[in-house]
């Protein structure tokens, strides 16, 4: 069955006054899905997945000293979200459609499998907000691909504990601002960095009008927020999963986000390869990567050669 989409125009992108990695696309149920595959892979090759309401952008102040570390970096937009086609019926954005196409996205570009055979690290990822909700399932469903997890402000509801407080209260406000204004938003819950307006226009450019929205709108709603969500069970699965992950995973954390800030600690004590890590926690918002990306990157860069030793 067809799913009706639209698609962002390239002048929105063409038109941004900041600097924008090249795109490539695949077709994944009919959508094209935008993803950029950029660096030398001698160090190895990183997914970095994004979350709400972002796209591959938000991983701009990371971006250039890993590829200085040799990193090969796939950074993937979102089915709903920036350079990727944008499904009309809010209905079309489920959890598990999300998943599937994450992970139909990894087997059909073949970039698992199409690593240097001398990198020193694999395949690693770093999962943000939306990034680890679905990442972590993907994880779990082809715990194979995966040599590494880097995991900063995410959860992965299960349904013994509630949301807290301040996630639920974003989640009623995604559904009555008007206008969604994803620059504002990213800016908004940041604390350090203050984002100029060519990086907020880099946000927005995704979306011309509410027409496109319809993932950003409804990406919120699908958290697991009830022990009957017809995503717990799937989200339990993962667990059981990673309750047994042996492989390494270093968490690093903005403490001050007042979504997603509590939540380091259901990863470090569950994973048994988190176990004597030396897991990060910074000062900052939301967006990790635009708050703390410098700090973040030279911690997971000393922490990848910690490895190797």
């Known amino acids: 069955m067809t799913i009706p989409f639209i698609r962002t125009p390239d002048s929105r992108f063409d038109e941004l006054d900041v600097e924008l990695w090249p795109v490539n696309y695949i077709e994944i149920d009919g959508l094209r899905m935008a993803y950029s595959d950029e660096g030398y892979g001698t160090t190895g090759t990183m997914l970095l997945l994004h979350g709400e309401p972002t796209w591959g952008f938000l991983f701009h102040r990371m971006y250039t000293p890993l590829i200085s570390a040799g990193w090969r970096l796939i950074i993937p937009d979102l089915i709903g979200f920036g350079r990727s086609d944008k499904p009309v019926n809010r209905s079309d954005h489920?959890?598990?459609?999300?998943?599937?196409?994450?992970?139909?996205?990894?087997?059909?570009?073949?970039?698992?499998?199409?690593?240097?055979?001398?990198?020193?690290?694999?395949?690693?990822?770093?999962?943000?907000?939306?990034?680890?909700?679905?990442?972590?399932?993907?994880?779990?469903?082809?715990?194979?691909?995966?040599?590494?997890?880097v995991l900063g402000n995410t959860v992965l509801p299960d349904g013994t504990k509630p949301m807290s407080d301040g996630f639920m209260h974003w989640q009623n406000r995604s559904q009555t601002m008007n206008p969604m204004d994803p620059g504002r938003l990213v800016a908004g819950n940041c604390q350090k960095a203050v984002l100029t307006e060519a990086e907020q226009?880099?946000?927005r450019a995704p979306f011309p009008d509410e027409s496109y929205m319809a993932g950003a709108r409804e990406l919120p709603m699908m958290v697991p927020t009830s022990a009957d969500n017809v995503a717990i069970p799937a989200n339990q699965e993962a667990w059981s999963v990673l309750e047994r992950w042996q492989k390494p995973v270093l968490t690093a954390w903005n403490t001050d986000d007042f979504v997603l800030g509590q939540y380091q600690s259901e990863f470090t004590s569950r994973i048994p390869g988190a176990k004597d890590q030396p897991h990060?926690?910074?000062?900052?918002?939301?967006?990790?990567?635009?708050?703390?990306?410098?700090?973040?990157?030279?911690?997971?860069?000393?922490?990848?050669?910690?490895?190797?030793?």
């Open 94 to 149: 489920t959890y598990a459609n999300h998943v599937r196409w994450v992970g139909e996205f990894l087997s059909k570009s073949n970039v698992v499998s199409s690593q240097q055979p001398d990198a020193k690290h694999g395949f690693c990822a770093f999962y943000q907000d939306w990034g680890g909700l679905i990442g972590l399932r993907v994880v779990a469903e082809h715990p194979e691909w995966f040599d590494k997890l």
């Open 201 to 203: 226009d880099a946000y």
């Open 280 to 309: 990060r926690t910074y000062s900052g918002g939301h967006f990790i990567q635009e708050d703390s990306g410098e700090e973040l990157v030279a911690d997971m860069i000393q922490w990848f050669e910690e490895l190797r030793d």
